[in-house]
């Protein structure tokens, strides 16, 4: 920086492959590597060590804020990241936010475009957010009236694979064959079962709303860039950002980067994006590793490598191969 | 300026002189002409600078109605029925968060069995759900009401319920006198938002409350309510002033201020009642008849005042809560205490069954004759239920409706299983 006033950022190893922001120009640096960013979820909030949904809302916001010109209300759906930024009497929020109920989060984000649309405010724009229990599941009908009206929102779901405010359990987002506490790993079909759940970003775009993509917090470039990306289109757009969560997933807290990484590079967790109901670019996987790797950090999926489960793994495999067939991955 | 129409278009004008800015609608019988009507302004470019969303359900409309309402707009919308129940998580949330949105309910049954007609058990289903609720007697009061709504909700930043009856009211064409924009502005100043989402100073609305504050929270929305019964009596009074018509504060009473005989009701059964004590007026026979308008926040003082000379009440409900009884019959109790008071409670004109001044004449005649019982269902047909009855003493005695409905040969007795 060569503003002799501009405080010393602190640069951390993120785990990729990338080089650090440190050896880019600043003008190519992230939102969050700038000490201009707005911080839309300050410090002091009550998330875990390691919380993959902490990371992606503060990343996903400061960018939108960034493209905005701090321009930006949000709904929030009912979940972790509302009750980890809202204990009282505090707040972790330094944008307007409104929190209602569990399954409408998308509704309400609807509502304010609404009333800015009736006002005339061009300038202000609205993001509604929710975790995939509030988004796949319960919230589901608001979002998909939400994407049939084309209501200038972006919706933003963070994705950790299940219930974990409630105590870590199955949501329609959880992935085949991973423990939660309504899934466990017993009988025949241990974990949640395979043929089931649904995914949200390809339903997104059979709605042929204007933009959707899906993200990872540990490619920092690539969600700052799909978020500013969105915030360049009107009316409904969705990103779906897989998020770990170190007590869901019984992971480390340390692995959180590794995890979005490897769900990646195992084709597990496809990076794409749409416009209008079709797909327009995937991210190329660079190192594909054996969906192992990714699995072993996870309590949550231990019982796939027992002798007498590992038909479960290679369906596992097969998802991955699925995905990176259908996404063009490689 | 007078005009010869339904109580869904002339509420949906009277909403359109109350400049919306956001109209989020679901359709449902009977409220659905009033957002048809609201609809056609908008799209007319009658009204302008609303906002109207058709969406995909009650849910997701009155949630709209939270964001919107967040965002600092004056928003609007309108259900019934199942609608109301669909939507109930958000009803909650809206008051919880002192949001002032107006919502019109076109009452209605609650199913099942399913039935599209008239009663109160919709507006029960919310009593405790923190909303101002009013009750309207008439289509001119529906008007009235409504551009009162506004403004008690903004001054209170409370949501409000404008109650009233489905078909019985919404669809009846009766001679309304709709007041011309400058009369309903000059009542009803613009919006200022008590809270209001806005980028140049940022607020968070809903967080999370523990049992640290709670209590204090929902003490202040109880307080709140309280408030609007002074502000709900100043409001009417200025109504009166400006527009010329008495559209009725918290209550309003009809007949001899000494009767002993006093039926209490709310909604459109007033007009029965007043039209059977301009009868039995002729022939000698006394009675009075307290109109509730305001039902939350409940007027007990005022009723307990209004039925001080009273001997006798009949509370006449078009809900029960089942297993317990009258709803406003118990809240009516509560708010007599003090007074030397005998109560008598009526169920009547469940799911749209017509309230005949000969059944009305019924129960004043027994109570007349110190002879109505505390509990009485108007009209109800007792050889049906105990044929009901009796059948059920076979486990396996089938669906109660299609039964009843068998009995009095509204489905083919031909049917065979």
């Known amino acids: 920086m060569s503003d002799s006033n501009s405080q010393t950022v602190k640069f951390y190893q993120t785990g990729t492959f990338t080089v650090g922001n440190r050896l880019l120009d600043e003008s190519l640096r992230t939102v969050q590597a700038t000490t201009e960013r707005s911080n839309s979820i300050d410090s002091g909030h009550r998330a875990c060590q390691g919380c993959g949904q902490a990371l992606g809302a503060r990343y996903a916001l400061d960018a939108a804020m960034r493209a905005t010109d701090n321009n930006i209300i949000a709904a929030n759906a009912t979940g972790c990241l509302e009750v980890f930024t809202t204990p009282y009497p505090e707040t972790a929020w330094s944008i307007p936010w409104l929190h209602s109920v569990f399954g409408n989060a998308a509704a309400v984000g609807s509502g304010m475009a609404a009333a800015l649309k009736a006002r005339g405010d061009t300038t202000t724009r609205v993001i509604a957010q929710g975790g995939d229990g509030g988004t796949t599941d319960i919230g589901f009908g608001c979002l998909s009236g939400m994407f049939d009206r084309n209501d200038d929102v972006l919706y933003i779901c963070y994705d950790n694979g299940g219930y974990m405010n409630t105590g870590v359990q199955r949501s329609s987002a959880t992935p085949p064959a991973a423990r939660t506490a309504t899934t466990m790993p017993l009988g025949d079909n241990p974990g949640s079962s395979f043929d089931t759940g649904k995914f949200l970003p390809a339903i997104a775009l059979a709605h042929e709303i204007p933009y959707v993509a899906t993200a990872s917090v540990h490619d920092l470039h690539d969600l700052e860039r799909k978020v500013e990306k969105a915030m360049s289109f009107h009316g409904a757009r969705y990103i779906q950002i897989n998020v770990p969560c170190p007590l869901g997933w019984g992971s480390e807290p340390a692995h959180t980067i590794r995890l979005a990484r490897l769900a990646v590079e195992s084709g597990l967790w496809p990076l794409f994006e749409g416009e209008r109901g079709e797909v327009t670019d995937s991210t190329k996987i660079r190192y594909q590793v054996p969906v192992e790797d990714y699995l072993k950090l996870q309590k949550r999926f231990a019982h796939v490598f027992k002798p007498e489960n590992l038909d479960q793994l290679e369906a596992i495999r097969a998802l991955a191969l699925k995905n990176i067939r259908r996404y063009h991955l490689v | ?339 030397d008071l005998k109560i008598h409670s009526v169920i009547g004109g469940l799911g749209g069954r017509s309230i005949t001044i000969k059944s009305l004449r019924k129960l004043l005649d027994a109570a007349l004759k110190n002879e109505l019982p505390n509990e009485t269902f108007m009209d109800l047909d007792t050889a049906t239920v105990e044929r009901e009855i009796e059948r059920q003493q076979d486990q396996a005695s089938g669906p109660v409706a299609e039964n009843i409905l068998r009995d009095v040969g509204v489905v083919s007795a031909s049917k065979t299983h």
């Open chain 2, 1 to 339: 300026m007078l005009q010869q129409i339904s109580g869904s278009i002339a509420v949906a004008e009277a909403i359109a002189l109350c400049r919306p800015e956001v109209i989020p609608c679901y359709p449902i019988t009977p409220q659905t002409h009033i957002v048809e009507h609201l609809s056609e302004l908008i799209k007319s470019g009658q009204l302008k600078g609303c906002t109207y969303e058709n969406v995909e359900s009650e849910f997701a409309s009155l949630s709209l109605c939270i964001g919107s309402s967040g965002a600092g707009a004056r928003t609007y919308t309108a259900t019934a029925s199942q609608g109301l129940l669909f939507m109930m998580e958000a009803v909650y949330n809206a008051s919880g968060l002192s949001l002032p949105i107006v919502m019109t309910l076109g009452n209605r049954a609650i199913g099942a069995p399913i039935n599209i007609w008239n009663d109160h058990s919709d507006a029960m289903s919310a009593r405790d759900a923190g909303w101002i609720q009013l009750f309207v007697e008439s289509n001119q009061q529906a008007v009235d009401v409504h551009i009162q709504a506004f403004r008690l909700a903004e001054a209170l930043s409370l949501p409000v319920m404008v109650n009233m009856d489905g078909f019985i009211l919404t669809h009846a064409v009766t001679r309304i006198d709709i007041p011309n924009q400058q009369q309903v502005d000059g009542f009803l100043p613009p919006l200022v938002p008590r809270q209001q989402l806005d980028v140049r100073a940022p607020i968070t609305i809903g967080a999370m409350v523990g049992p640290d504050a709670f209590t204090e929270v929902r003490y202040l929305a109880h307080h709140a309510q309280k408030q609007a019964l002074a502000v709900i009596e100043q409001q009417a009074a200025e109504f009166e002033q400006i527009f010329g018509r008495d559209s009725g504060g918290l209550v309003k009473y009809y007949g001899n201020e000494n009767a002993e005989i006093v039926f209490v009701a709310m909604g459109s059964v007033i007009g029965s009642l007043r039209e059977m004590q301009r009868q039995t007026a002729e022939e000698g026979i006394d009675f009075g008849i307290l109109s509730l308008r305001s039902f939350r926040p409940f007027p007990a003082q005022v009723i307990s005042l209004a039925l001080g000379k009273a001997k006798s009440a009949i509370v006449f409900e078009k809900s029960f809560a089942v297993g317990m009884g009258g709803v406003l019959t118990s809240e009516v109790h509560m708010a007599t205490e003090a007074n």
